[in-house]
């Protein structure tokens, strides 16, 4: 029985993608740069971050858990080839061509990051507790706290700051009923 939804957001959480992104000087992503360079070869090129890949296995392990991918890009058909051939089943995903932004946001490219999370968050309810959930930015972790969500920071874990393995005793001790 699933009882907690958890979150995961993709870039520099736990797929390292940077060969193919570009930036403005407000730090937003290039949305028309990013679509470009989104090819099979590309795509194919990103690789798996190790010490987030951990913590998402085990939540993937778990059987009461909902567990979805967040993220500001707008997912292609190619980028769930990318999560079928790394075996990464994530049980939804909302993102920029996610339907639950709703008919409101007709230029869904003009949200920020953190703007876009909000308005998916505040309109998706799978019907679970609220989780856990990792992002590498500040103001999306902001928005996932307003949410009810405990949220940590991916480069921490990734770069060692939080051991990953920390993450997941503290996961084991918050949410009961551990496979």
């Known amino acids: ?3 907690w939804f958890n979150l995961f ?6 797929i390292n993608s940077k060969h193919r992104s570009k930036f403005h000087a407000d730090g937003s992503l290039d949305i028309p ?16 971050i ?4 951990n913590v998402l296995n ?6 009461d858990c909902w567990n979805v991918a967040i993220t500001s890009r ?8 990318f999560f079928k051939t790394h075996n990464i089943m994530f049980d939804d995903t909302l993102h920029r061509g996610s339907s639950h932004l709703g008919t409101e946001y007709v ?30 930015k500040q103001c999306n972790l902001d928005v996932f706290h307003k949410h009810g969500f405990v949220a940590y920071n991916a480069n921490h874990i990734n770069y060692n700051e939080i051991e990953y393995t920390d993450v997941i005793s503290s996961a084991s ?4 009923n551990t496979p």
């Open 50 to 53: 190790f010490n987030m890949i």
């Open 1 to 3: 029985m699933r009882n």
């Open 74 to 81: 707008e997912l292609t058909d190619l980028d769930y080839i």
């Open 33 to 48: 740069h990013w679509e470009e360079n989104s090819t099979f070869k590309n795509i194919h090129q990103d690789h798996l």
């Open 173 to 176: 001790d918050r949410l009961p």
């Open 58 to 63: 085990y939540f993937l392990k778990r059987t």
């Open 9 to 14: 957001d993709l870039d520099d959480t736990i």
């Open 107 to 136: 230029n869904r490219y003009k949200l920020a990051d953190y703007e876009l999370k909000d308005v998916l968050l505040t309109n998706y309810d799978p019907g679970y507790g609220k989780g856990f959930a990792f992002d590498d």
